[in-house]
């Protein structure tokens, strides 16, 4: 497929890689190719195709196989990929799951071995944390939780772990936004003997805001369904790596578990990613003067939101790992679960669900939906209280969007 001959800024490579019009009758852009199975040009083509899948011969530079069926790839989901990658400083490979599960699941199923172990952080987006407890530590792995945020009781539980394999971070956590810090996590890893993979689920501020591989992560794990999709109509996960052999990795056990993103879905994906920086751009810059105005309010208790943050050592993962505030908030109002409940009940623009990162504003009460099967305890840890309300801004103008809170608020 083509490719500029000089270097461009990520900008321009998402929309001239990987695409010529010369192969697809013009088209000016990539058409859906629905095809299950792959015409071979000769029997030794095929031949070669196979051996290159199964690991047997490593194609050389530009060299590459032949496509053969599309559970193992198609061009729809390679052209998402070599656009992704563009997007996520340092990456030079990328693989898309049917959703963000399916890349969290296939990357712990890939990568954690036999008798191995796990730490998180917690609180985890309420589906990881239910893949964990429920499929990951029934099959017999340690999986240990760390509080976000607490950059020595990660580096401590690291060090204390011989068999590790895996760390996951998800930062900021959902929905209270509270950060860890990457690079020390990155630094205490470097320090175990078995050299243990650093993941991060970075779906709140990438790939805009925050680069995990360029403070030491290994992968980088999004739900596409959310930012990169970006308009609450698809979904979709994505892996993206500096290391290509890892995401080589995932897409062999892709290949087995039948989550490669469908091509429909990677069609719409691709032609979404050249957007990602200016819808994420825009998101934030209404979420920083929402959250600024309701933070004054009267019947607004506590503001969650990055640029509000006091805690001086959040202040300054914040100011060392990410470049803006995004466009997720969670405050808590005046008058407990009756209180945040009429404040969901009354908004006109804003629309009640769960989801974020879209371009529509959606508003949630976690204590009740996204985050409802966590126990008491996890609740106080997460600081997840009765009168929280999280909000995922959108593009409509940030004076509509306060007007319509300060409403429903009144
Ligand atoms: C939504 C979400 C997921 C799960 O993604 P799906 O596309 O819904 O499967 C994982 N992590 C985070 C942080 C999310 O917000």
Redesign the pocket.
């Known amino acids: 497929m083509a490719r500029t001959s000089y270097r461009v800024r990520p900008e321009t490579a998402v929309l001239t890689r990987g695409f010529d019009p010369a192969l697809s009758v013009g088209s000016a852009r990539p058409p859906v190719y629905r095809s299950s199975t792959y015409v071979f040009p000769s029997p030794e083509a095929a031949e070669r195709a196979f051996q290159i899948v199964l690991g047997k011969v490593h194609p050389e530079g530009d060299d590459r196989a032949d496509l053969i069926y599309a559970r193992l790839n198609h061009p729809n989901a390679e052209l998402a990929e070599t656009h992704l990658v563009p997007l996520e400083r340092s990456a030079t490979a990328a693989a898309v799951f049917n959703?963000?599960?399916?890349?969290?699941v296939t990357v712990l199923i890939t990568f954690l071995e036999r008798g191995s172990s796990l730490i998180y952080t917690q609180p985890?987006?309420g589906?990881?944390q239910h893949l964990i407890h429920q499929i990951i530590e029934p099959l017999g792995f340690t999986a240990i939780g760390v509080p976000a945020g607490n950059t020595e009781a990660l580096a401590a539980a690291i060090v204390r772990q011989p068999d590790l394999r895996l760390v996951l971070i998800?930062t900021p956590a959902?929905p209270t936004l509270v950060m860890t810090d990457i690079k020390a996590a990155a630094s205490a890893i470097s320090r175990h003997p078995r050299q243990p993979l650093l993941a991060v689920?970075n779906?709140?501020l990438g790939p805009t805001f925050q680069h995990p591989l360029m403070r030491g992560a290994d992968l980088v794990?999004y739900?596409?369904?959310?930012f990169l999709g970006g308009f609450s109509d698809l979904?979709?996960?994505a892996v993206i790596a500096a290391d290509p052999e890892l995401i080589q990795s995932l897409t062999g056990v892709r290949a087995l578990l039948g989550n490669i993103l469908q091509a429909d879905e990677s069609w719409i994906l691709d032609s979404r990613l050249s957007t990602v920086a200016l819808r994420m751009n825009r998101q934030s810059k209404n979420a920083q003067r929402i959250a600024e105005g309701l933070a004054r309010h009267p019947r607004v208790k506590t503001m969650h939101y990055p640029s509000l943050f006091t805690d001086a050592a959040q202040m300054a993962i914040r100011d060392s790992q990410t470049d803006y505030p995004g466009s997720l908030m969670s405050f808590e109002i005046d008058g407990g679960r009756a209180a945040a409940f009429d404040f969901l009940r009354k908004l006109e623009i804003a629309k009640n669900a769960v989801?974020?990162?879209g371009v529509e504003t959606l508003a949630c009460h976690p204590k009740t939906t996204t985050h409802s099967e966590y126990s008491e305890e996890e609740f106080a840890a997460a600081r997840i209280n009765d009168s929280l309300v999280r909000v995922s801004v959108g593009t409509e103008h940030w004076r509509d969007l306060l007007a319509d809170f300060t409403r429903a608020l009144a």
């Open positions: 959703s963000g599960m399916a890349a969290i985890l987006y589906g990881s998800e959902n689920d779906t709140l794990i739900s596409a369904t959310k979904l979709g996960g989801s974020l990162g």
